[in-house]
């Protein structure tokens, strides 16, 4: 038995059912990271011994016939910039290098309430800025498909974990796109949940009004089950929304696109799309046509502008947000400093990369006193105008589907000293977080050299059911 | 040449909570150094703030009484700026749209009274505290403070002498602490004051620039800071040197009796505010509106009317009594304990206020209960004490808050109205002061005063005086 090849649900039955105990699973996840991570460099944290002590609790409860939770026992990875109590949470950064909250993120606290295993934390772009996971100050993920290659980002160590099958599953964090373009390359499925419907609580924040946590997965049913137990109101998250629906995903999944009308927005096939992406992807819409889905090209010409609005949007939230990490209270503090001010600079100059530097001085030039109307305030402007069109698209159809990237995972170093490049990245993840929609990336096929290809489904706000329905036909079609 | 003076104010209260704003740390003063803290107000990465609703309904509350137009759709904005005893570097705050605008306050002058308008009322959390050590090269931080929710009260200029200002503040005060509001204690930092001062020719309309003074503890502070800036800019303008007076703040330093340059305009921050994306807007719905209405107790101007038509005492006893919620309100309730209105009155302006001022604590923190202070004042009207005998019985029940029965037995200052008794101090007093009495019998009648004050030195205060007088009279004749 290849336990590796093994779904969330397959593990967690079989450890419920004691075909293999927790502790087996986990050490095997373990054994194997130490063996192979070294190549792709997916983990910053292996916490070996708190979770072997965590699967040997849930094998207990299971030897006493006690009730266990929905993820009993099956070891999941963490991205680095979501609380872990007791567990380094470093944001990939030297500013939070020594950083161990006293607190879980309620993603974190809901995961062990439904008794799944912590094993590590990953690797990911400084603060979540970035598209390569290059941004790292301690290392650089590799694509398990080509360790030449970058494993996207920012969430990249959660996206490689899972493709490399060095974990079951993982979550991540996305503000414009972090979950599903390194999803796209990495081969594996992952979601950006409806802002609202998972709580931010303890998700360090990089643009407040954008940001979601998300699972990644081998396989869309997986993607289905975590959504399920990270999904929910949270009064410890004031934007976490009151009116969320039901979150039992896996009940009617495979109900499949029969009548459903599919949206493709013209604007997202534009130039700078890579032709065999834009062929994978047209090949995969047929398919949906074959199972009795009715396709439209649609035009939604406002989501062009998309790209600047969610630069100028989330730097200027991140320049606030990370305002905080000034040496005084908790994290990098420099060995010398003359006075308070001192230490405040010292403190953000030694610690913070090039690109968190950028982005922080450009969230800061947007809200400067005489430009906040030029800039942010247009932005605002925009993303409303954003979200109100795909409301208005989402009235006549029930899914869009488009690209995750327009380009094939790049090389390492390829696009490091260019930025823009970098954001363009982007272009066709960024309007699904303005418009505050759920998106799913799901691998629709591989180009010639052997890169995998992802598509996106985006969803009406709480339309996760819808999406999931989407991707799991496409899955089985691809199969 | 003739100047007007010209003041705004802005006053931060904070609100009387039991939680921040933002988290459910106490706000309880004086705990130990960041003993209220937790990972929320101390602004870890990850943590989120969640409005106290409590908050809302404060602020809503004192735009009520204050007279102001509720806003119904508020957001909270972020005032970015780094300073060490602000832990996530931004001040949650209101920006553009605050919780109350256009208010109303009035205040007595010497040309009758007058109407001072606020400008706005917004919500925001209060930052930590910076202790300095001297000598040291470090300072420690509190943040026990961080997160306390306040109210900022902005006034427009429509104050004209550093008196004004002062009544302005205390009138603003007294509303506050009626509306339970605010606890409004500026010692304790709880009610604190900015002021903003300019001067202009008398009869010219636009404002000169201003200069605002930080730093300002107290009324004295606050009328002694604002005289000594309104000097200072006279003279300027005096001189011709008009151009000396810049936008600038300025920090009034009590012990030097001065105010000196803090920052001048060029280094003001640029805050860079914007709205708070971790907090939805908050919508104020009409019948939170309408149901804060029904909470607004009798505020200080309503309170004054009626003291005046009920309780027949002078202008100035009504004035002290309503300045204070705490002292008229300890005031009405004696009288609602059968207390005399007149002999309540008294003890609490003269008895009372003299044992505050000695002893420097708040009116709240007056250590008899009134219940206890009711049946000292019944006591005395019972004549079971002397008047003499209750003020030092009165001494000690604000000294240690015991009952004043206890007190009065325990002292053994029961008012003596035993015949027999007295008769033996009459009859040793009358033996030991022959010449007052000699001096009764030749007519001068005055002289039996002293034989009394000397018959309650005797009993130590307990002795009946009316019974004393009539033995002693009744004691002289027999001696005939």
């Known amino acids: 038995m290849d336990i590796d090849k093994l779904s969330v649900e397959a593990l967690r039955d079989g450890i419920r059912d004691k075909v293999f105990t927790s502790e087996e699973i986990v050490e095997f996840y373990i054994k194997k990271i130490k063996k192979e991570d070294g190549n792709i460099n997916s983990y910053l944290t292996i916490c070996e011994e708190r979770a072997l002590k965590d699967a040997r609790i849930v094998d207990e409860k299971i030897a006493k016939g006690e009730k266990v939770g929905m993820l009993a026992g099956v070891p999941i990875a963490i991205k680095d910039n979501i609380c872990t109590d007791g567990i380094t949470t470093t944001c990939a ?36 800025m970035g598209s390569s996971t290059e941004n790292s100050a301690f290392k650089v993920t590799k694509n398990p498909h080509d360790l030449e290659r970058v494993p996207g980002g920012s969430s990249g160590g959660s996206a490689a974990a899972v493709g490399a099958r060095l974990a079951p599953f993982s979550l991540g964090s996305d503000t414009g796109g972090s979950i599903r373009q390194p999803a796209a390359f990495c081969g594996v499925v992952g979601l950006k949940p409806t802002y609202g419907l998972v709580s931010r609580f303890g998700l360090i924040a990089f643009g407040s009004s954008l940001d979601q946590i998300g699972p990644f997965s081998n396989n869309v049913r997986d993607c289905a089950l975590a959504l399920e137990i990270i999904a929910g109101t949270d009064p410890l998250d004031n934007t976490s929304s009151k009116n969320i629906g039901s979150t039992d995903y896996l009940t009617g999944i495979d109900s499949g696109v029969e009548k459903m009308k599919i949206g493709v927005p013209k604007e997202f096939f534009g130039d700078g799309l890579d032709p065999e992406i834009k062929a994978s992807i047209l090949n995969s819409i047929e398919k949906l046509k074959g199972l009795g889905a009715t396709v439209e090209e649609i035009s939604i010409p406002i989501t062009e502008a998309g790209l600047s609005a969610y630069y100028v949007i989330s730097s200027a939230e991140a320049s606030s947000n990370l305002a905080r990490f000034d040496g005084i209270r908790y994290g990098y503090r420099p060995k010398e400093f003359e006075d308070v001010y001192d230490l405040m600079e010292k403190s953000r100059t030694e610690a913070f990369g090039e690109e968190v530097k950028r982005r922080i001085m450009l969230g800061t030039y947007v809200l400067s006193s005489g430009y906040y109307d030029a800039y942010y305030n247009r932005a605002l402007k925009l993303k409303k105008k954003i979200k109100e069109e795909f409301k208005e698209v989402f009235s006549k159809y029930d899914i869009i589907i488009s690209p995750v990237s327009p380009v094939l995972p790049f090389k390492c170093n390829e696009k490091k000293n260019n930025p823009l490049e970098m954001y363009l990245a982007d272009v066709y993840t960024v309007n699904i977080n303005l418009a505050g929609v759920p998106a799913i990336s799901v691998p629709c096929g591989t180009s010639k050299s052997g890169l995998p290809i992802g598509l996106q489904i985006i969803g009406p706000h709480f339309g996760e059911s819808t999406i999931l329905k989407a991707a799991l036909a496409l899955e089985g079609a691809l199969k | ?212 003074i930080k730093n300002i503890n107290s009324f004295r502070e606050l009328q002694k800071a604002l005289e000594k800036e309104e000097k200072r800019q006279k003279q300027l303008y005096d001189y011709g040197e008009e151009f000396r007076i810049v936008q600038e703040t300025r920090r009034w330093d009590a012990g030097k009796g001065k105010t000196v340059t803090m920052r001048s305009k060029e280094d003001a921050n640029d805050y860079r505010y914007f709205p708070d994306p971790d907090i939805i807007p908050i919508v104020i719905k009409d019948s939170i509106i309408e149901d804060v209405k029904k909470e607004i107790p009798e505020l200080p101007k309503q309170r004054t009317e009626r003291f005046m038509s009920s309780y027949e005492l002078t202008e100035k006893e009504v004035d002290i009594l309503v300045s204070d919620k705490f002292l008229s309100d300890y005031f009405e309730d004696l009288v609602k304990l059968g207390v005399d209105k007149k002999s309540a009155c008294n003890w609490i302006l003269t008895d009372m206020l003299k044992l505050v001022k000695e002893k420097e604590i708040e009116y709240e923190e007056i250590p008899i209960k009134k219940e206890d202070m009711a049946s000292l004042l019944k006591m005395v009207a019972d ?64 002289a039996v005063g002293y034989l009394v004050g000397q018959v309650m030195k005797q009993s130590k205060g307990k002795a009946n005086p009316q019974m004393a007088r009539d033995t002693l009279e009744k004691k002289i004749k027999e001696m005939v």
Do not use: W
């Open chain 2, 383 to 446: 004549k079971k004490i002397s008047v003499t005998a209750a003020k030092s019985v009165f001494e000690e029940m604000f000294n240690t808050g015991n009952h004043p029965e206890a007190i009065v037995k325990e002292k053994g200052l029961g008012q003596i109205s035993d015949t027999g008794a007295i008769d033996e101090i009459v009859v040793a007093v009358l033996q030991a002061n022959p010449q007052s009495v000699a001096d009764y019998k030749s007519g001068k009648t005055q």
């Open chain 2, 1 to 212: 040449m003739s100047y007007e003076t010209v003041i705004g104010l802005e006053i931060h209260a904070e609100l009387n909570t039991k939680t921040k704003i933002f988290c459910s740390c106490s706000t309880h003063f004086g705990a130990k150094p960041n003993e209220n803290t937790c990972p929320i107000c101390m602004g870890l990465p990850g943590t989120l703030p969640v409005l106290n609703e409590e908050v809302v309904h404060l602020a809503v509350k004192a735009g009520t009484a204050l007279n102001c137009k509720i806003n119904k759709l508020n957001k909270m904005d972020r005032k970015n700026y780094f300073y060490p005893d602000l832990p996530k570097a931004y001040q949650i705050s209101q920006f553009d749209t605050p919780i109350c605008g256009n208010g109303l306050v009035y205040i007595e002058t010497p040309d009758g009274q007058r109407e001072v308008r606020l400008n706005r009322i917004h919500i925001e959390e209060d930052a930590g505290k910076l202790v300095h050590m001297e000598y040291e090269p470090y300072s420690l931080i509190d943040y026990n403070r961080v997160g306390v929710p306040l109210i900022e009260i902005v006034s427009e200029p429509d104050m004209r002498s550093p008196q004004e200002a002062v009544t302005f503040l205390r009138n603003l005060k007294a509303i506050l602490e009626y509306s339970g509001i605010s606890d409004c204690r500026m010692e304790q930092g709880s009610l604190r004051c900015d002021a903003n001062i300019s001067i202009r020719k008398a009869g010219q309309q636009e404002y000169n620039t201003k200069v605002e």
């Open chain 1, 93 to 128: 950064s030297k500013m939070l290098e020594d950083f161990i909250p006293p607190y879980d993120a309620t993603v974190v606290k809901k995961l062990k309430d439904a008794d799944a295993v912590i094993i590590g934390k990953t690797n990911m772009d400084e603060f979540a």
